[in-house]
């Protein structure tokens, strides 16, 4: 029997997945992680905006374009929310949410709906999947941020954090098998604040992985001395940091329940490039949030310019019921819109500029997969890396012009 597991949603749902994955594999499944024919679908729904609800929804249909005889489990965020939404689909057997998301690999067939209270304290999976190149492992869940225009802390719960060493066991095991490896959580930041721990505390018991460590995305309270410190003593640290900023406009941060303002972003960006002065800094930035002036997104769009993010991704607002940014004044139809297509031109000139300053110099690129010519990897950075011809493991190249959506990189000579 064939099982494909599919993911619609963050990296915390990636490791779920790969969880799931492994806990059908040691059953005698056979598993794929595509979408494409199968007898059964797991589906990790996501539900961080409207349109990622929708399309949680309508993947039931693909999956049975594949196979219509085929029975559908929904997990995630989407079932988490509303459960209704799919009871009446065509082929959903399975419907589950948030919690024990395990339970999926033994009751895909099953027609029921398990959507369970969220725990207070951390329950997840663990033992993901083999992946030779980048495993993801989740070392927290839930979120107790409450920005105005979120549901997470509503279908993820309270924050709640994995034991530290059970973290760096399983980071341990998995750096024989793997390049590297991306620490994430619904809110990485608040990572031990339950346990009497800390994120920095985590990075210094990792300090002798023997693999690159990449972090998940972060808020800008838990960037201190003591962080910078500990990710410096890593053997293998990418020095890539989403920290995650939202509007680059003080009073849309405090409509947002964002808890920072644009200087105090300003400052921890500085002492992130004094700690590491060749960081890539990644961001989000959430478009046409209600009451948003043009003002307002005159200011975001100079800010990011300022920053010299080399990724910004670039969100719609969208209104989710239950929110209190849902009963604010929205903007008027096709604003949001017209300003996603501002601010992706502005984005994608930041990324233009960071990787053409990257020209000339040395990359640490974990070479992950060969297609036409050319291997294809990230650097630490977590920039797509195209290396002509097929090499394998950490190479070290030079970036020698702009290509696609990275840059073309030759190996350095010993």
Do not use: W
């Not at 709906?113 to 492992?137: F, H, M, N, Q």
């Not at 098998?177 to 930041?189: A, F, H, K, P, Y």
């Not at 604003?335 to 000339?360: H, I, N, P, Y």
């Amino acid at each position: 029997m064939k099982i494909a597991v599919c993911n619609l949603g963050c990296k915390v749902n990636k490791y779920e997945c790969d969880c799931i994955v492994n806990a059908l594999l040691e059953q005698g499944y056979e598993v794929t992680t595509a979408l494409e024919y199968a007898d059964a679908y797991i589906v990790n729904t996501c539900a961080v905006t409207s349109e990622a609800e929708r399309k949680s929804r309508q993947f039931v249909a693909r999956c049975l374009h594949h196979n219509p005889d085929a029975s559908v489990a929904i997990i995630g965020c989407a079932s988490q929310n509303d459960a209704s939404e799919f009871r009446a689909k065509k082929g959903v057997t399975y419907i589950g949410g948030n919690a024990d998301k395990l339970a999926a690999a033994v009751k895909f067939a099953q027609t029921t709906t398990d959507v369970k209270p969220l725990p207070a304290k951390y329950d997840g999976p663990s033992d993901p999947a083999e992946d030779r190149a980048r495993a993801y492992i989740k070392v927290q869940d839930g979120c107790d941020n409450y920005c105005s225009y979120c549901l997470i802390p509503y279908i993820r719960g309270r924050s709640r954090s994995r034991e530290l060493d059970e973290c760096v066991s399983e980071c341990r095991r998995v750096a024989e098998r793997s390049g590297e490896i991306v620490l994430t959580g619904i809110d990485l930041s608040s990572y031990g604040k339950d346990t009497g721990s800390s994120l920095a505390k985590l990075i210094r018991a990792l300090s002798d992985v023997d693999a690159r460590i990449r972090l998940g995305s972060l808020e800008v309270g838990v960037v201190d001395e003591e962080l910078l410190s500990a990710l410096a003593g890593l053997r293998h640290f990418c020095p890539q940091f989403h920290l995650s900023l939202q509007s680059g406009s003080d009073a849309v941060l405090k409509r947002m329940n964002r808890r920072y303002t644009t200087a105090q972003y300003a400052a921890k960006v500085e002492a992130i490039r004094r700690a590491f002065p060749n960081a890539a800094m990644t961001t989000d930035l959430i478009c046409g949030f209600p009451t948003e002036s043009d003002g307002d997104f005159a200011d975001s769009l100079a800010f990011v310019e300022r920053m010299r993010f080399a990724q910004v991704h670039v969100f719609g607002y969208s209104p989710r019921s239950g929110t209190i940014a849902a009963r604010l004044p929205q903007l008027p139809h096709g604003e949001t819109e017209r300003r996603v297509a501002l601010a992706s031109q502005v984005a994608d000139r930041c990324k233009r500029e960071f990787l053409t300053s990257l020209l000339g110099k040395r990359l640490d690129v974990l070479c992950e997969r060969y297609s036409r010519g050319y291997t294809i990897g990230h650097s630490a950075e977590f920039v797509k890396t195209y290396i002509v011809g097929k090499h394998d493991g950490e190479i070290a190249v030079t970036a020698t012009a702009l290509y696609k959506d990275g840059v073309i990189a030759a190996k350095e000579e010993i």
